[in-house]
């Protein structure tokens, strides 16, 4: 079982930027590949970023690539998704997850193939 603890987030204006993290108590958590999500009011989860197990691979939305950049430390079992320029479209409950992919670099974009979930962290981003 792996705990993913979400922290960062909240209000920010346009133009602005934010760093959400997403840290597990478990060393198996460097074994995981990691996406981010998030969910708008009344919308759909959608796919973010994710990053390999090794930190080697990354994939992003259309959305979100050059703006947003998702790194990890697996010495701190931490992932972490810097978002910048920030657009007020961006507002949504992020969260982080993780899928056992050790030895390979696959990422998911669909939120069945993850594992485990963070508790999920607002980011609100005003006009």
């Known amino acids: 079982q792996v705990q993913l603890v979400q922290s960062g987030g909240g209000l920010v204006q346009a133009g602005g930027s934010l760093r959400l993290s997403c840290a597990a108590s478990?060393?198996?958590?460097?074994?995981?590949?990691v996406g981010w999500f998030r969910q708008a009011p009344g919308k759909e989860r959608e796919f973010v970023g994710a990053?390999?197990?090794?930190?080697?691979?990354?994939d992003y939305a259309d959305s979100v690539t050059v703006r947003f950049t998702i790194s990890r430390d697996n010495s701190k079992n931490t992932v972490y998704l810097q978002m910048n320029s920030l657009k007020p479209e961006d507002t949504a409950v992020y969260y982080c997850?993780?899928?056992?992919?050790?030895?390979?670099?696959?990422?998911?974009?669909?939120?069945?193939?993850?594992?485990?979930w963070g508790q999920g962290t607002k980011v609100t981003v005003s006009s």
């Open positions: 478990e060393r198996a958590f460097r074994f995981y590949a």
């Open positions: 997850a993780a899928d056992r992919t050790t030895g390979t670099e696959r990422l998911s974009l669909v939120c069945a193939e993850y594992e485990y």
């Open positions: 990053i390999s197990w090794s930190g080697g691979r990354t």
